[in-house]
């Protein structure tokens, strides 16, 4: 695989994977998008619209189909958690090959369930910071300045890995590959689960949650750290908390954004998640304990 003109399947064009599917359609890359047939219908019509602080207003022409059909060199699954099993059933095991299956998803869990149903040396876990939203089919808003991206996959070819890597840095994401997956996945959920949990819990953005709740948001983060370094990732709690001070003030999480559309929350697959990991661990969890049980009352 070379990254010259990629063929990437994007299962779930949302507001991460159309934001994907548009920067590497732009860039040349052939893209087909999975989705409902509404869905690929717009996208066919009238292809893919992203308006962007960071590249602009444009509009990309990408592929969109129900089922994938052809073989690919790469799929960026960039459903929700909620949502894969069912959006897997657009990926037949006997079509995808040796396409490489590339998962944009939160939490630590799902490569595990993803070896399960495709080569294990095959699944790169991938994690992205970024704020986009989906404001209508095939029309993306990509708010925060700055789209980030981490490929991992400790037993993937890393020839495969990089030449993936330059073809998003070429796109415009910001692409790096880590030699360790677990650090990969555990990073992104040490600085998502406090920002995503607590966002959601009292419903303000980053600018307010830090500054009103900062003791609480400063105990979770600690919590989630001591779990993650428990798990083999250490990570800094008083990084993280500086990356939450250098957001837009107005940034939202995504699972926020789900609580104030009435979608279904994330919350098995980062709470959960890290509730798991810190029983698996001995590990005590007070804080995350409570704010994810009153989320799930919700």
């Known amino acids: ?10 299962l779930g064009p949302g507001g991460v994977g159309g934001l994907l599917a548009a920067l590497l359609a732009k860039a040349g890359h052939r893209v087909i998008c999975l ?5 690929a219908t717009a996208l066919r019509t009238h292809g893919i619209r992203v308006h962007s602080r960071q590249f ?6 990408v592929e969109a189909d129900t089922e994938l059909r052809t073989p690919v060199d ?3 699954i960039t459903v929700k958690q909620t949502a894969l099993y069912e959006a897997l059933a657009r990926v037949p095991a006997e079509v995808l090959g040796d396409a490489l299956l590339v998962p944009f998803l939160n939490g630590v869990e799902h490569p595990a369930a993803l070896r399960a149903h495709h080569r294990p040396d095959l699944v790169a876990p991938a994690v992205i910071r970024v704020e986009s939203t989906r404001t209508a089919p095939g029309v993306v808003d990509h708010a925060s300045p700055f789209v980030e991206i981490d490929l991992s996959g400790d037993p993937v070819d890393a020839g495969r890995l990089e030449a993936l890597a330059a073809a998003l840095n070429e796109a415009g994401p910001k692409t790096r590959v880590l030699g360790d997956e677990a650090r990969a996945l555990w990073a992104k959920l040490a600085f998502l689960a406090p920002f995503a949990l607590l966002t959601t819990r009292y419903a303000l953005p980053v600018g307010d949650l830090r500054t009103v709740h900062r003791d609480e948001l400063t105990a979770l ?39 104030e559309s009435g979608r279904a929350l994330e919350l098995d697959a980062i709470g959960g998640a890290l509730l798991r990991a810190a029983e698996r661990y001995g590990v005590g969890a007070p804080v995350a304990e409570r704010v994810v049980g009153e989320l799930g009352a919700v």
Not at 56 to 61: I, M, P
């Open 221 to 259: 983060v600690t919590e989630v750290a001591v779990i993650a370094t428990a798990a083999g990732a250490p990570t800094d709690p008083a990084a993280t908390l500086a990356r939450y001070d250098a957001l837009p003030p107005g940034m939202k999480s995504s699972m926020q954004r789900d609580a």
């Open 56 to 61: 602009g207003d444009f509009t990309a022409q």
């Open 1 to 10: 695989m070379t990254y010259d003109r990629l063929t990437v399947a994007v």
């Open 35 to 39: 989705a409902g047939e509404d869905t």
């Open 74 to 76: 790469a799929v960026l």
